[in-house]
């Protein structure tokens, strides 16, 4: 069992920055990936970023690709996820997630922080 624990939400306005972080416990051995979604009001749960836990390869959803920086500590088993030049469209409830393997999808999923932008 891994229980991903996310902090670092807020409130900020249109142009600055924020960094979430998302710390993962309670399994010994590495997993495959860790990622961010994010939920809007009114909308479905999407992709913002990940990151392979083996070599750090990362990937960005189109609309934050250049803003958003995630970066992995792997003797924290910890991710952070940077946030740049961010937009009252990013307002949303980001939730860290665990994917256990490649054969998986993402399965461990955290409580989610609230990033609040304002215009």
Do not use: H
């Amino acid at each position: 069992q891994v229980q991903p624990v996310e902090s670092g939400g807020g409130l900020v306005q249109a142009g600055g920055s924020l960094r979430l972080s998302c710390a993962a416990s309670g399994r010994t051995f590495s997993w495959f990936a860790m990622g961010w979604f994010r939920q809007a009001p009114g909308k479905e749960r999407e992709f913002v970023a990940s990151i392979t836990w083996s070599d750090g390869f990362t990937s960005y959803a189109d609309s934050v690709r250049g803003r958003f920086t995630l970066s992995r500590d792997i003797a924290k088993n910890m991710v952070s996820l940077q946030m740049s030049t961010l937009k009252p469209e990013d307002t949303a409830v980001y939730y860290c997630a665990v994917r256990s393997s490649l054969l998986t999808r993402f399965d461990y999923w955290g409580q989610g922080t609230q990033v609040t932008v304002s215009s």
